[in-house]
C-alpha cells in the first residue's frame, strides 16, 4: 500500500506539476508578449518625442554656457597679449653698435623675429577683437559661408573661427590646388 500511495503523490504531484508549468507557461507566454509590446511601444514613442525636447533644451544654454567660456578665454588671452606687446615695446632695444658683426647681426636677428612674432599676436589680436564683437552680436558660431552652426567642439579647439570644418577643409583644398597649380 505504501507504494501504491507514494505513486498516486507522485502522479498527482507530476500532473499538479504539469499543470502548473503549463499554466505558468501560457501565462509567461501571453502576459510578457503583450506586456513587451506594450513597453516597447512606450518605449519608442515616448523617450524619442522627449529626447529630442531635452536636447534641444540642455543644448542652447550648455551652448550659451560654453560660448561664454570661451569669451572669458579671449578676453583674458587679449589682455595678455596686450601686456606682453607692452612689455615687448618698452624693452626693445633701438639700434645697438656691437664691436662685432657676429654678436651685432645676432642681436638684429632676435629683434626682428621678436617684432615677427608681435606682428602675429597683433593678427591674433585682431581676430580675439572680432569674436567678441560677434559674441555680443549673437552672430558667434555660426559659420560665414554656409551659415550652418559651428560645432562646439571646434570652437572649443578655435575660438577665433568663422568658417565650420566642412567649409574650411574645403578652403584648404582649395588653397593647395591653387599652389600646387
Same mark, same amino acid.
Given at each position: 500500500?505504501?507504494?501504491?500511495?507514494?505513486?498516486?503523490?507522485?502522479t498527482?504531484s507530476t500532473?499538479?506539476?504539469?499543470k502548473?508549468s503549463?499554466?505558468?507557461?501560457?501565462?509567461?507566454?501571453k502576459?510578457?508578449?503583450?506586456?513587451a509590446?506594450?513597453?516597447k511601444?512606450?518605449?519608442r514613442?515616448?523617450?524619442?518625442?522627449s529626447?529630442?525636447?531635452?536636447t534641444?533644451k540642455?543644448?542652447t544654454?550648455r551652448?550659451e554656457?560654453?560660448?561664454?567660456q570661451?569669451k572669458?578665454s =579671449? &578676453?583674458s588671452?587679449?589682455?595678455? &597679449?596686450?601686456k606682453?606687446?607692452e612689455?615687448?615695446?618698452?624693452? &626693445?632695444p633701438?639700434?645697438i653698435?656691437?664691436?662685432d658683426? *657676429?654678436?651685432q647681426?645676432t642681436a638684429e636677428?632676435?629683434r626682428?623675429?621678436? =617684432?615677427? =612674432?608681435?606682428?602675429?599676436?597683433?593678427? =591674433?589680436?585682431?581676430k580675439i577683437?572680432e569674436t567678441i564683437e560677434?559674441?555680443?552680436?549673437? *552672430?558667434?558660431?555660426i559659420?560665414d559661408e554656409c *551659415?550652418?552652426?559651428? *560645432?562646439?567642439?571646434r570652437l572649443?579647439?578655435r575660438?577665433v573661427?568663422?568658417y565650420?570644418?566642412?567649409c574650411?577643409?574645403?578652403q584648404?583644398e582649395?588653397?593647395?590646388?591653387?599652389e600646387?597649380?
Amino acid at each position: 500500500m505504501p507504494k501504491k500511495t507514494t505513486a498516486k503523490k507522485a502522479t498527482s504531484s507530476t500532473k499538479k506539476a504539469t499543470k502548473s508549468s503549463k499554466k505558468g507557461t501560457m501565462s509567461k507566454i501571453k502576459k510578457p508578449t503583450k506586456t513587451a509590446n506594450k513597453v516597447k511601444t512606450q518605449k519608442r514613442s515616448a523617450p524619442a518625442s522627449s529626447k529630442k525636447k531635452t536636447t534641444k533644451k540642455i543644448s542652447t544654454p550648455r551652448r550659451e554656457r560654453t560660448i561664454q567660456q570661451i569669451k572669458q578665454s =579671449l &578676453l583674458s588671452q587679449r589682455e595678455a &597679449l596686450l601686456k606682453e606687446a607692452e612689455e615687448t615695446l618698452n624693452s &626693445l632695444p633701438g639700434e645697438i653698435n656691437f664691436p662685432d658683426m *657676429g654678436d651685432q647681426a645676432t642681436a638684429e636677428t632676435d629683434r626682428n623675429f621678436m =617684432l615677427r =612674432l608681435r606682428d602675429r599676436e597683433r593678427m =591674433l589680436l585682431k581676430k580675439i577683437e572680432e569674436t567678441i564683437e560677434r559674441i555680443d552680436n549673437g *552672430g558667434y558660431g555660426i559659420c560665414d559661408e554656409c *551659415g550652418n552652426e559651428i *560645432g562646439i567642439k571646434r570652437l572649443e579647439a578655435r575660438p577665433v573661427t568663422t568658417y565650420c570644418i566642412d567649409c574650411k577643409t574645403r578652403q584648404e583644398e582649395e588653397e593647395r590646388i591653387a599652389e600646387g597649380g
